[in-house]
């Protein structure tokens, strides 16, 4: 398998090299962050097109630059396909990234100084939900919401209660470290009482949501901002999507409001995810990751576990190390996993003691794995070697040992048969 274009290893047989051995260890390793996804070839190859060439400031149609035909032929076909895989009235597909299209909507819709309402990155929140080291801390009035203390899930009397106190303009609901559905028709509700935007980000989701096996968003939310590079399966990159009551602001809010020239290469590479997310082997797709997910957060309860909530409903399971070792943190389980060719990040589990550097967590996520074909059988084998190599940590003979089994394991696996 050389995804890598000959005349590359002609030119810089430096940077092949550096993506072989990196090819090399996706094949190798069991990748487990909930985050990550092995893009098609199909959607590589449009990344890497001549689509890359052309500045295309404006939207298709009204452009700042000439030669613009095919780019608006690109652009509206994203548009289009995005618009129809998830039913939305406006979509812009020009964010460069998840973070830039949350800051885009903030500055539709928003001044500096406004109230938001969104979820603590030390629960689940992303950085742009506020957190105080990011541009949507320091720009915005923040009021931070957590799950509860006992169910470790979002309450949302609570919610209504700190919405009714603090009325926000704009609520965020979405996470990246939460493993339970949301009520979005309650959190519309939320919003509706106290007058505020609703702003759904579904940058983990999405996929399971076109997939259909995730409650939709769309119908309740005033905007959704999602990337493409997660459960959607797409190249790096992000899209907005509102009602068209928005459309106009959150257009300008995007450019010229915070970016330039578009890039259109993974402008078409959305486009091809879109299309290959609307295709009925992707509902299969998005469902085994569900399956897989709970086979795998079961096996972990067995081997002595304790999971954030005791469980999950989508694609990642947050594994309180605490609850098994006492010592150990996050930061060093991920450590000792990756030496045994397991993949996962640290993460902050509610009301972590330790700091965001060390954590009392890890995250894992199943979207990697389904692709590459595994199913709940393989789940079991999953959760036991990463057992086993937290049972034996302090043992590198061990993990060595569990290194070469999971080399093996993952060779039954090859990341790009599946993908065509
Ligand atoms: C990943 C993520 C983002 C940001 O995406 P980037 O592309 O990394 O900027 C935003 N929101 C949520 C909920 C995410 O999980």
Redesign the pocket.
């Known amino acids: 398998m050389n995804t890598l274009e000959s005349k590359l290893g002609e030119v810089d047989p430096q940077i092949v090299e550096i993506a072989s051995k990196d090819l090399t260890r996706q094949q190798n390793s069991l990748m487990l962050i909930p985050?990550e996804n092995y893009a098609s070839r199909a959607v590589m190859e449009a990344q890497s097109s001549v689509l890359a060439n052309k500045y295309a400031e404006g939207y298709p149609g009204e452009r700042y630059y000439n030669g613009c035909k095919f780019m608006d032929e690109t652009e509206s076909l994203a548009i289009a396909r995005a618009k129809a895989l998830f039913g939305a009235e406006h979509v812009n597909v020009q964010p460069h990234?998840?973070?830039?299209?949350?800051m885009a909507v903030y500055h539709a819709l928003l001044e500096p100084g406004d109230t938001i309402l969104g979820m603590s990155l030390s629960h689940g929140?992303?950085l742009?939900?506020g957190d105080n080291v990011n541009f949507s801390g320091c720009y915005y009035n923040v009021v931070g919401y957590g799950v509860d203390a006992k169910t470790e899930r979002i309450d949302m009397e609570e919610i209504e209660r700190l919405a009714v106190e603090h009325r926000p303009k704009l609520i965020v609901v979405?996470?990246?470290a939460y493993p339970r559905h949301f009520d979005f028709s309650e959190w519309r509700q939320v919003a509706d009482s106290v007058g505020a935007y609703l702003l759904t980000?579904i940058?983990?989701i999405a996929g399971l949501i076109a997939g259909g096996v995730h409650p939709d968003p769309v119908p309740y939310s005033d905007v959704v901002?999602t990337?493409t590079?997660?459960t959607l399966r797409g190249p790096?990159g992000?899209m907005i999507m509102c009602k068209s009551e928005y459309a106009d602001k959150i257009d300008r809010a995007v450019f010229p409001g915070l970016q330039g020239g578009p890039f259109l290469h993974t402008i078409a590479a959305r486009a091809v995810a879109f299309k290959e997310a609307s295709e009925p082997a992707f509902k299969i797709y998005q469902a085994q990751i569900v399956k897989n997910a709970k086979a795998l957060a079961a096996r972990l309860i067995e081997n002595g576990f304790r999971l954030v909530s005791g469980g999950t409903d989508n694609h990642l399971m947050l594994m309180d190390l605490t609850s098994k070792y006492e010592k150990l943190s996050g930061r060093q389980a991920a450590d000792h996993l990756e030496d045994a060719g397991i993949i996962v990040n640290k993460n902050t589990i509610p009301f972590d003691k330790r700091k965001p550097r060390t954590t009392s967590g890890i995250r894992i996520g199943t979207p990697m794995i389904t692709t590459r074909g595994m199913k709940e059988d393989e789940m079991i084998q999953v959760a036991d070697f990463i057992a086993e190599t937290l049972e034996n940590r302090q043992k590198a003979s061990i993990k060595r040992r569990i290194r070469e089994k999971v080399n093996e394991f993952c060779a039954q696996f090859p990341i790009y048969e599946y993908l065509g």
Not at 97 to 102: C, I, L, P, T, W
Request: aromatic share 0%.
């Open positions: 985050s990234a998840g973070s830039q299209a949350n929140g992303h742009t939900h979405g996470a990246t980000d940058a983990h901002t990337t590079h997660k790096r992000a």
